[in-house]
């Protein structure tokens, strides 16, 4: 299928598939909560920067050398598995000293800390690889393929930065601080959950 025919459903799978829950959500959402628009922006910023170098490497075909080269693809796991694991202590820790900085995107470097959280995701070149290899047909024109990328970076910059905004609004800081060691505690149990599928080999 050429560019333009497969693009509203490249879209539509794209929209649900940064929406939907996952490590980068949870992080956006907490620190929006936690740090305030200005950090969340920032994180938010870092992840799609991730999710734009997956899709970008999944244009270029590189994903799909990626994935005949299975170690590669296992060491991204392992490293997102440790890295989510660590988000889970953080988290952890801060429900048991009773709230204060999220420990996910809080302090020095969100910007960073979001971009290492999508490139560590093993999830993002399967779905990524998967999208361009199954909606596309091969030889697709450069100008074509950048439309793509172009077009399903727009919908996760709407998302990203979208929930960066809405949980930063005032209302959802009050219930943040209203009930913050139970919101770091169930990040704790999501992240460690996350790390666990990573570690387990199910990224999805």
């Known amino acids: 299928m050429d560019a ?3 693009l509203p459903a490249i879209l539509a799978t794209a929209l649900v598939a940064a929406a939907s829950p996952g490590p ?5 959402v907490g620190t929006a909560m936690a740090d305030g628009r200005r950090t969340a922006l920032r994180l938010a910023l870092g992840v799609l920067s991730g999710s734009l170098i997956w899709s970008i490497a999944a244009a270029a075909g590189l994903a799909a050398l990626m994935l005949t080269h299975g170690w590669i693809v296992q060491a991204i796991r392992f490293a997102g598995a440790a890295y989510l694991a660590c988000l889970a202590w953080t988290c952890a820790w801060a429900a048991w000293r009773g709230g204060g900085a999220t420990g996910m995107a809080g302090g020095a470097r969100p910007y960073r800390r979001g971009l290492m959280l999508h490139l560590t ?3 993002a ?3 990524f690889g998967a999208l361009y290899a199954l909606m596309l ?7 074509a393929l950048a439309l793509v990328v172009a077009a399903v970076g727009a919908v996760s910059a709407t998302v990203f ?3 960066a905004l809405l949980f930063s609004h005032p209302a959802a800081q009050r219930t943040y601080a209203r009930g913050a060691r139970w919101i770091h505690g169930l990040s ?3 992240f460690g959950a996350f790390a666990l599928r990573l570690a387990l080999g199910r990224p999805g």
């Open 121 to 123: 995701n093993p999830k």
């Open 137 to 143: 047909t091969p030889g697709q024109p450069a100008a």
């Open 125 to 127: 070149v399967f779905f």
């Open 161 to 163: 930065l979208g929930y």
């Open 24 to 28: 980068a959500t949870l992080a956006i």
């Open 4 to 6: 333009l025919s497969a």
């Open 188 to 190: 704790a149990v999501a």
